[in-house]
């Protein structure tokens, strides 16, 4: 029963996201493409000096993004620190400077790791005017590189790529606020709650106190989803009632995360002239999504012990209401995609089950990956993998009618270089400094031996990728984690738009050439299965020694 419980679960969501593919897909390769602005986004230009007929090189576009979210930033690092003086602050007091600095650069960057319980941290000025803002703007910011990149394949002899201002508006005006307003209504009418009480004092059957968090959650809950990010409005993220009532919600809000980084693919394919080529990029992200989700289903649904076996699986750290295949399914996708948002406490999972989120990130994200990030991740390991097809064949690899030379694949090596490097330096550097070890070690793991060592990778691997999750064993409010993991998140998030927006501007100034006998076709299941392996195979040799002293050891034990 568990597996058929698990297949019919996949298959509602497949089935939903077939839907809206084709329809979305065209529709946001419409907003990308249409000559035509709306009345509120021609406001935007005017109040911003903005020529919206005027196209960036990669260049201005680059800067563009980085100036943009240096202010984001510094808004959302000031607005934390005024917290005291402004309204609906709840009384609460200002997180203190490398929290602030900490949570600025996570929901810039569209991570939204929490190193606190938002609910008795942040007021609701703090939490709209602040947080739910750069929910929205950074997963534009996202989607404005991917379609960048995919305008770098589409053009010819072109030194512009498109221009940022114009990508950011359109990603808001047309895509995230209007569904967000509906996916609002939607979980409304589910029992996710909307309002502004503050915190009601109540008692409890047994006679005692308890307070009662409120506030304007089915707001921020769409948004968080929507654009992958992932920031819960109670620590507990969507594992609380407030935020994920019942087993419809979960799979709704599943169907949120995924539903624009599913469809990207068919935009991709109807930018470049080809949907067949969209078809191939989402069969490889299926592909890694499925495989993730049936072992992720194995390892926690067959635990061994006497508790597990009762339960019908491991339940220590998830909701009844959800049981084994709701938190797998949501795990999954909330790891494939770049949203970290939980239903369970990953901390709690078996040990092969934790690697799993984990795995999912460490592939850089890319089944189906983050709003945009997913796309322009998958992107650059198709650049890849027909550069190692190219050389296994004696041709010039090409893709999309464009010639994959030294300059396209040192920038694509370089961009699948920063994650890694991140996440093993980090996790070394935690462990190895003298004074930080003895901190970490005493006051940010509750746990010790190999899954403390998996708490600490985990957490780094997830800043890297722009996740968010966590280990919930792990206190990251230290001014070492808080610090390093900020830094993290923000060399995790600009560093690889460099290189794509690099690789962007390097093939738009080229010309198509022609296909010939000796091309390589990229719309057929060998290609699939070529860019599947290559994703697996990058991933495997970064991170398998490490693995191998974290969740692999604790699971094989």
């Known amino acids: 029963m568990t597996w058929l419980f698990a297949l019919l679960t996949l298959l509602t969501v497949a089935l939903a996201l077939a839907v809206i593919h084709r329809p979305f897909g065209d529709y946001m390769a419409w907003v990308y493409t249409s000559n035509k602005d709306l009345r509120a986004e021609r406001v935007v230009y005017r109040v911003f000096g903005v020529d919206p007929e005027s196209p960036q090189t990669w260049q201005a576009y680059l800067r563009s993004v980085l100036a943009f979210s240096a202010v984001g930033l510094l808004l959302l690092y000031t607005i934390q620190r005024i917290q005291p003086i402004l309204p609906y602050s709840l009384g609460l007091d200002a997180p203190y400077e490398p929290l602030a600095f900490n949570t600025a650069a996570s929901f810039v960057g569209n991570t939204n790791w929490q190193s606190y319980a938002p609910e008795t941290t942040l007021g609701y000025t703090a939490q709209l005017a602040g947080l739910t803002v750069q929910n929205f703007v950074s997963a534009a910011v996202g989607m404005a590189v991917a379609v960048a990149l995919v305008r770098g394949f589409a053009l010819r002899r072109t030194g512009t790529i498109g221009n940022f201002w114009v990508d950011l508006t359109r990603g808001l005006y047309r895509i995230l606020l209007p569904l967000s307003i509906l996916g609002a209504i939607v979980l409304a009418l589910g029992g996710v709650i909307q309002n502004f009480n503050g915190f009601t004092s109540v008692e409890t059957l047994t006679g005692a106190a308890q307070t009662i968090p409120g506030g304007p959650t089915a707001s921020q809950e769409v948004i968080k989803l929507l654009g992958t990010n992932g920031g819960g409005f109670f620590n507990a993220n969507s594992s609380h009632p407030f935020e994920n009532p019942n087993a419809w919600t979960n799979l709704f809000e599943v169907l949120l995360m995924l539903a624009i980084p599913f469809s990207l693919p068919r935009t991709f394919g109807t930018m470049v002239g080809d949907r067949r080529q969209g078809y191939a990029i989402l069969a490889a992200m299926g592909i890694l999504y499925i495989g993730s989700y049936s ?180 206190t990251a409010d230290t001014p070492w984690l808080a610090t390093a993991l900020g830094v993290a998140i923000l060399v995790g998030r600009f560093l690889p738009m460099v290189f794509a927006l690099a690789l962007a501007g390097a093939l738009a100034a080229q010309d198509k050439v022609p296909e010939t006998s000796g091309t390589l076709p990229t719309h057929r299941p060998l290609f699939v299965g070529i860019l599947t392996a290559v994703t697996l195979l990058v991933s495997a040799l970064t991170f398998f020694p490490v693995l191998a002293v974290g969740p692999l050891a604790e699971g094989l034990i």
């Open 295 to 474: 072992a992720l289903v194995a390892f926690e649904s067959m635990a061994h012990g006497t508790a597990p076996q009762l339960a019908g699986g491991a339940m220590e750290g998830k909701e009844a209401r959800f049981g084994v295949i709701g938190t797998a399914i949501f795990g999954t996708t909330s790891t494939g995609t770049s949203t970290g948002a939980v239903n369970a406490m990953h901390d709690s999972f078996t040990g092969l089950g934790g690697m799993m989120p984990m795995l999912n990130m460490m592939l850089g994200e890319v089944s189906p990956g983050g709003v945009g990030s997913g796309l322009y991740g998958i992107l650059i390991l198709a650049v890849i993998s027909v550069f190692i097809s190219g050389l296994l064949i004696g041709r010039t690899p090409e893709y999309l009618g464009k010639k994959i030379g030294p300059k396209e694949i040192k920038l694509a090596a370089l961009y699948i270089l920063v994650m890694p490097t991140l996440v093993l330096s980090g996790t070394a550097l935690s462990f190895a400094l003298p004074g930080i070890s003895e901190d970490v070690i005493n006051n940010a793991l509750n746990n010790t031996g190999s899954h403390g060592m998996s708490e600490v990778l985990y957490a780094f691997t997830s800043a890297a990728n722009n996740n968010g999750s966590a280990f919930a064993g792990l």
